[in-house]
């Protein structure tokens, strides 16, 4: 059974820092990429970033270029989401999810095979 662990979110004010966890088991790690969406409320479920484990390859949103960052531990089996200089407008229930690596399809969460449990991230402002 495959199964992503996202945890990590929390409330923070504005300018701070939250580390974004997600555990996989279950998948080969290698095998996949595990990128991070967002989804506010009313609002369509965003692409924040990816990393391909095997190769490195990492994408992002411009909406966070230059301020999140993406890393990985095939030992652990988990990614990470560094997420520094938030914004109120990062508040979101953050997911991670697993799919077979198509670079020009990373930001496109129908084709994601595998999904966590959200995580909340609120930035107070």
């Known amino acids: 059974e495959v199964q992503l662990q996202a945890s990590g979110g929390g409330l923070v004010q504005a300018g701070g820092s939250l580390r974004l966890s997600c555990a996989a088991s279950g998948i080969t790690f290698d095998d996949y990429a595990v990128g991070w969406f967002r989804q506010a409320p009313g609002t369509e479920r965003e692409g924040v970033s990816v990393?391909?484990?095997?190769?490195?390859?990492?994408y992002y949103a411009d909406s966070v270029k230059g301020r999140f960052t993406i890393s990985s531990d095939s030992a652990k089996n988990t990614v990470y989401l560094q997420m520094n200089s938030l914004k109120p407008e990062d508040t979101a229930v953050y997911y991670c999810?697993?799919?077979?690596?198509?670079?020009?399809?990373?930001?496109?969460?129908?084709?994601?095979?595998?999904w966590g449990q959200g995580t909340q991230v609120t930035v107070s402002s």
């Open positions: 999810a697993a799919f077979y690596f198509i670079a020009e399809y990373w930001s496109d969460p129908e084709r994601y095979d595998y």
């Open positions: 990393i391909s484990t095997s190769s490195g390859i990492t």
